[in-house]
């Protein structure tokens, strides 16, 4: 089961930087790819942000050269280094180990000056 918690959101200049914590208290984490996503204020969907495996990592369009994603599985922690933050990347940001039922509880990011 796993117990996630996001943390490292807040509100930044346009051009700024953030690093988003997920760190897992349960035992899902190691052997997941991990996934972070973003809902955009007033929309229902999610959007893939990254996502990272053991032998990669992807990222979606909107962020690729922007974003880095690591994880530390001895710490049961994902991370997501956010550069050259944009207002289009305001958004609440979550975890997600993927094909399974678990999100965290997000992490709000608000770029703006």
């Known amino acids: 089961q796993a117990q996630l918690v996001e943390s490292g959101g807040g509100l930044v200049q346009p051009g700024g930087s953030l690093r988003l914590s997920c760190g897992d208290s349960?035992?899902?984490?190691?052997?997941?790819?991990i996934e972070w996503y973003r809902r955009y204020p007033g929309k229902e969907e999610r959007e893939l942000v990254a996502?990272?495996?053991?032998?990669?990592?992807t990222y979606a369009d909107s962020v690729r050269g922007r974003f880095t994603i690591s994880r530390d599985n001895a710490k049961r922690t994902v991370y997501l280094q956010m550069n050259s933050l944009k207002p289009e990347d305001t958004a609440v940001y979550y975890c997600?180990?993927?094909?399974?039922?678990?999100w965290g509880q997000g992490t709000q990011v608000t770029v703006s000056s």
């Open positions: 997600h180990p993927r094909s399974t039922a678990y």
């Open positions: 996502g990272i495996s053991d032998i990669g990592s």
């Open positions: 349960g035992s899902i984490f190691s052997g997941y790819t």
